[in-house]
């Protein structure tokens, strides 16, 4: 297995981990002192619709990557558009005043993301 197929499953398996395992569950990243998925988007300001929306482009994207280990232009236009959301989630950390640590995972995946598309 070559290793940007390697960040591609890590990127999709985490991202299935977050937004369906781990969902509703509490964790030490979520944003200020949420609980829940929902919460954290409440404290970022944002609506249920937004929190969906951004829920089923993050699985429709992690899908993609994984259709892009045979497919690899998918993957470069998947992994742009996952990096992207990533550096928003880091900057909602920030905009809330959250503590670096929190906005690790999201930069991480983000990276990831970012080797992607230049492999």
């Keep these: 297995m070559s290793i940007p197929i ?11 981990n977050v937004w369906v395992i781990r969902f509703n569950k509490p964790t030490a990243f979520r944003g ?5 998925m929902a919460e954290e988007f409440r404290v970022y300001g944002l609506s249920d619709g937004m929190r969906r929306l951004v829920g089923a482009l993050k699985l ?7 259709v892009g280990i045979w497919v690899p232009a998918i993957a470069v236009v998947a992994a742009s558009c996952m990096a992207f959301l990533m550096l928003v989630a880091v900057v909602m950390h920030v905009r809330v005043s959250d503590p670096i640590t929190k906005a ?6 983000m990276v990831l993301s970012l080797a992607v598309v230049l492999s």
């Excluded at 390697?6 to 299935?16: K, P, S, Y």
């Excluded at 429709?60 to 990557?65: E, W």
Aim: hydrophobic share 70%; glycine share 6%; aromatic share 6%.
């Design 6 to 16: 390697a960040i591609q499953l890590i990127i999709a398996l985490g991202i299935f």
């Design 104 to 109: 690790v995972p999201a930069f991480c995946m």
């Design 60 to 66: 429709s994207l992690a899908a993609l990557l994984v």
């Design 32 to 36: 200020g002192n949420a609980q829940t």
